[in-house]
């Protein structure tokens, strides 16, 4: 039967995927803490006082910045912290809503990326809106089927990571998902609406191993398929719990 095997979210948008095992979701919201955050890349543009959805381009973002995939970090979420690994140095720990505490992460970013740094370096986030690449309040699912079969004709070390979805669901047939729009899944005990396809960005380009890109993923996927989507959005439902492991099916 079909499952769910993966639930990932990345509280800082570009950065290092949070694994988890369970999450509590709400209707029409997303997944708790999913790219709760961003770095504002130069400009001073957010305003937090009327926080509205913004164009990642104003964002660190893999697409803009690939050497962002080669940054370790580990999410502690009572603390909102964030522990940033380096290599034969001291991690660098930031408090995600204390600006007192970022500097050493600016300045460990502003060397990695050098030029790609625009200005000014500042962490915002928008209490009720997520800063995810759509304004609405989805989730993004991905089957692990479609990996396969995109891994098998392209050649390349493909996993579903790099996608960056919230969902990995597998024993589905490739590419099965992106013909539900409009009907419903249930994962567990949450129903979800199929709302769109995705279509991909140059951030898919990026090989999440080395933090470079080893194609033109977008190109790949219309010489392949005749089209650049892989994955879909889902709006939850229904309050509840998923869990890896739990049963998926359409229910219409």
Known sequence: MPTLTSIVRYPVKGLTADYL??????????????????IENGGGVFDAQKPVHMKKKHFLMLAGQS??????????????????????????EVFLDD??????LFAHLEALLGDDIRGSLR???????AMTDI????????NAATVRDIASKTGLDISPDRFRGNLVIDGFDAGAELDWVGRNIRIGAVEAKVEARIRRCAATSV?????VPDTDMPAALFEHYGHMDCGVYI??????????????????
């Open 207 to 211: 090989n999440l191993k080395t933090a």
């Open 235 to 252: 709006t939850v439902m229904n309050n509840g719990q998923i869990t890896t492991g739990d049963p998926v099916e359409l229910s219409n």
């Open 123 to 129: 962490i915002i986030r928008a209490a009720d809106q």
């Open 135 to 142: 304004p609405e309040a989805q989730l993004s699912l991905i």
């Open 99 to 104: 600006p007192s505490t970022q500097g050493e």
């Open 67 to 92: 050497a962002l995939a080669g940054i370790e970090c580990r999410f502690i979420e009572d603390e909102h912290k964030l522990r940033v690994t380096r290599k034969d140095e001291e991690p660098i």
């Open 21 to 38: 095992d369970h999450i509590n979701v709400e209707k029409n919201r997303w997944l708790p803490l999913d790219r709760a955050w961003a």
